[in-house]
């Protein structure tokens, strides 16, 4: 992966990282600094857990696995690395679409930091595809 896209990869999963770490910290404490939403509905909501793991936990644990890709702390080559990247990418754009499509329809409200979780897994994805287009060329 180019190193700009490498890089802007890297400060990206961190965000999500935090933000996720924030989001498990605040569902357990029961309060959340919402700045726009209802952080305190959504997280109370039976989609905030799969059975007894909260989602923020998978956000976490997701979060960590891109870093550790991006940051080539791994046993396995670039190729294959690049390779589970790109299939942990799909599995987060995934997921995150299910999640928000669950707080517009099923939950009737949003939480801010879920949304920007899910942007942070949305630039990683276009970061990825374009260092993809950009190096077959």
């Known amino acids: ?38 952080c305190q509905t959504v997280n109370r909501s039976q989609y905030a857990q799969i059975g007894p793991v909260p989602v923020s936990v998978l956000g976490i644990v997701f979060y960590l696995m891109v870093l550790c890709l991006l940051l080539k702390v791994t046993f396995i080559s670039e190729k294959i690395g690049q390779q589970i990247l790109g299939i942990l990418l799909a599995i987060g754009i995934i997921f995150s679409s299910y999640l928000t499509y669950a707080e517009i329809f099923w939950i009737h409200a949003i939480c801010f930091w879920c949304m920007v979780s899910f942007v942070c897994v949305i630039v990683l994805t276009i970061i990825y595809w374009l260092d993809k287009i950009i190096s077959s060329k």
């Open 1 to 38: 992966m180019n190193s700009t896209y490498r890089k802007v990869g890297i400060a990206v999963s961190g965000i999500g990282w935090a933000v996720s770490f924030y989001i498990y910290f605040a569902h357990q404490l029961g309060k959340f600094v919402c700045p726009v939403g209802d």
